[in-house]
């Protein structure tokens, strides 16, 4: 998938942080591998090894709240998952899987995280903070022709 032009990731927090996308290559955040593969919904094995963007930092870039738990993450087609912040501190905004480009730059990928739950095409990243009777699935929305992308 192309990126269309002034596409972007937002990630929330007191100081958003914006990154464009295709991301330059004087970026100047820290990069990361994860390595983690998946059955894709096709039935195929997708990449062992996605490098990126570290999540971790960026978020404590954007000053993510202390009190944060979860974390949603949606794609440029509305596609959002919400994801424990453990998790997510480990993953990356990956734009290369096994050594190739990634479709539908970045994915979202981190340990542990099913193929069904990596968001592709990123577009913003929001700290989240549930209450421990609360369902992060509350927060999710799978219905891809909602999409907004800012």
């Given at each position: 998938?192309?990126?269309?032009?002034?596409?972007?990731?937002?990630?929330?927090?007191?100081?958003?942080?914006?990154?464009?996308?295709?991301?330059?290559?004087?970026?100047?955040?820290?990069?990361?591998?994860?390595?983690?593969?998946?059955?894709?919904?096709?039935?195929?094995?997708?990449?062992e090894r996605w490098s990126?963007?570290?999540?971790?930092?960026?978020?404590?870039?954007?000053?993510?709240?202390?009190?944060?738990?979860?974390?949603?993450?949606?794609?440029?087609?509305?596609?959002?998952?919400?994801?424990?912040?453990?998790?997510?501190?480990?993953?990356?905004?990956?734009?290369?899987?096994?050594?190739?480009?990634?479709?539908?730059?970045?994915?979202?990928?981190?340990?542990?995280?099913?193929?069904t739950r990596t968001v592709?095409?990123?577009?913003?990243?929001?700290?989240?903070?549930?209450?421990?009777?609360?369902?992060?699935?509350?927060?999710?929305?799978?219905?891809?022709?909602?999409?907004?992308?800012?």
């Amino acid at each position: 998938m192309a990126s269309t032009p002034d596409a972007h990731v937002t990630v929330a927090g007191d100081r958003n942080v914006r990154l464009p996308v295709p991301l330059p290559a004087d970026h100047g955040y820290e990069t990361a591998t994860v390595e983690e593969s998946f059955r894709c919904s096709t039935g195929d094995r997708i990449a062992e090894r996605w490098s990126g963007l570290a999540v971790g930092p960026l978020l404590f870039d954007a000053d993510t709240p202390e009190e944060t738990t979860h974390v949603q993450v949606e794609g440029a087609d509305g596609f959002t998952v919400c994801v424990p912040i453990g998790s997510t501190l480990d993953g990356v905004l990956a734009f290369e899987g096994s050594g190739r480009n990634v479709e539908s730059e970045p994915r979202f990928a981190a340990p542990g995280i099913s193929g069904t739950r990596t968001v592709k095409g990123v577009r913003r990243i929001v700290p989240v903070t549930l209450d421990p009777g609360d369902h992060p699935e509350q927060w999710e929305d799978f219905n891809i022709d909602t999409a907004a992308d800012e």
